[in-house]
């Protein structure tokens, strides 16, 4: 077995490998389709009951939390990279390029999956570089208000006063020829077919980005995670785990408990005393529930990875997660190797042939698969595949790759 890095680095990592799962799920449980489904297969993963509960589970308790952990983790990296150098300009020019050699890996893969994350990872790392300055009280102020997604919620607001009858289908407006058509492509298209087609969806991913308000939700937690590792969080957690247990857990619980109930009392006013509300406002109302409950809940997971860890039996158990969570980049692209070939023409072509139950069964051994297959990996070499090839085109050196003899236990 590889020795491990500090407290610190493993628990980070632990973390990471823990919210790859959640992805997983979630981007399972949608064949990794990842947009408007077509108007002949409205509801395709969903074939019984069984679908339905799974669903309705992830979209309670993952769907926008793991989402949340992994961003932050992408700012608290930041830091992580900065502290260990100078933050002068040899450290911006190398992190600029580190962005940009991520977002050639990102097009890659958006060019086989849409819904990928890289491309957006690397365009908001610049802001990262930008707010490494900011007074810490200033950035905390700025990373909540992004993660709360205020800007949208204002931008909603607006538009619901300067046009009352606009709803959300207008602020999303989809071509049912062109989801049909790229339900086909996905489905029974042939491998080019699909790299056009995916190609074409960008400006779409970006568009979808900056009107949902997912845009400044990623930001905002980049700037969470630099806060953190600006205040040493993981390095001090016996200095703040009296705050991690008041705040970050019970006091989180609390928040969550008490926004379920103030969106179910305001919006059933809405409905029995029928107050004309426009559904932009609605939207940008619910929104902000939702984008806190998220953040509540994102916040409860976090700290009950941090107290667990603390407990022998239990660290031992979230171990797991150690060797897939260090090679993060290659877990994660090798989640959306196995979900193309498994659901897209170009392999198995299951996509609305089985329901989200049946899929998710597929994420869930795709990941066991890889939380053995990354510990073997990890035994013999130094980096996953992905994290040594981006290393390696960051510095424009090739890394040192295999462990040697005296670094295996």
Partial sequence: MQRLSSPRIVLVDVLRGFTLLGIALIHYSDQYYAGAHPPSHPNFTS???GDDIVMGFLGIFVAGKFFMIFSFLFGLSFFLQSDRTNTGWRFSLRFLWRLTTLLVIGLIHHLHYRGDILTIYAMLGVGLLLANKLPDKFLLTVALVLTLDVP???????????????????????????????????KTGTYAELLKANFYELEFKYRYQVESGRIYITMGLFLLGLYAGRKRFFES???????????????????????????????????????????LLQWAVGGLFYDAANLAMASVYVAGIILLFDEDRWRHRLMIFYEVGRMGLTTYLMQTLFGVLIFFGIGAGLLGEVGALA?????????????????????????????WLWRSTTYLKRQPFQRQASEIL
Avoid: C
């Avoid at 602020?171 to 062109?178: L, S, V």
């Avoid at 969550?256 to 005393?273: R, T, W």
């Fill in 47 to 49: 074939h019984f009951l």
């Fill in 359 to 387: 899929s998710v069964g597929f994420g869930l051994t795709i990941f066991i698969l890889q939380i053995y297959g990354s510990r073997w990996w990890l035994q013999k070499y130094k980096y996953g595949p992905a994290e």
């Fill in 152 to 186: 949208a919620a204002v931008q909603r607001g607006i538009g619901s006063l300067q046009a009352p009858e606009s709803t959300i289908d207008d602020q999303f407006k989809t071509n049912d020829a062109a989801n049909e058509e790229y339900y086909r492509i996905v």
């Fill in 237 to 279: 957690l016996d200095d703040y785990r009296p705050w991690i247990k008041r705040i970050l857990l019970k006091r989180a619980l609390w928040l969550l408990l008490g926004l379920i109930l103030l969106a179910a009392a305001f919006f059933g006013s809405v409905q029995i005393l029928k107050l004309p509300m426009p559904e």
